[in-house]
């Protein structure tokens, strides 16, 4: 069975940074591009940014352009999002996907980890 277990959620203060991992099973990671979906209190998730399956080729949503970087390790089926120069903005759950390497792209919505929380606040 596919499994997405999201960690590395936290509090921080804005301008501050977090990292977050996804580990993957039960699928061949590596041949999937691998995307972040947020979803903020009250609003519908979000796409934040992909990554292709080899690795090569990213996107980003614009409210994350130059501050979020994703990244993988297909060795150890592990995806990735470090989230620098924190904004208010950004408090969401945090959810990695199979598939979405860009905006609008079709992603796996069967298949969903539990998330991890992010809270930006002074």
């Known amino acids: 069975a596919v499994q997405l277990v999201e960690s590395g959620g936290g509090l921080a203060q804005p301008g501050g940074s977090l990292r977050l991992s996804c580990a993957a099973s039960?699928?061949?990671?590596?041949?999937?591009?691998m995307s972040w979906v947020r979803q903020a209190p009250g609003k519908e998730r979000e796409w934040v940014s992909g990554?292709?399956?080899?690795?090569?080729?990213?996107y980003y949503a614009d409210s994350v352009k130059g501050r979020f970087t994703i990244s993988r390790d297909n060795a150890e089926n592990t995806l990735y999002l470090q989230l620098d120069s924190l904004k208010t903005e950004d408090t969401a759950m945090y959810y990695c996907?199979?598939?979405?390497?860009?905006?609008?792209?079709?992603?796996?919505?069967?298949?969903w980890g539990q998330g991890t929380q992010v809270t930006v606040t002074s």
């Open positions: 996907a199979r598939g979405g390497l860009n905006y609008g792209d079709s992603l796996d919505k069967n298949n």
């Open positions: 039960g699928f061949t990671f590596g041949y999937w591009a």
């Open positions: 990554i292709s399956n080899g690795g090569s080729v990213t």
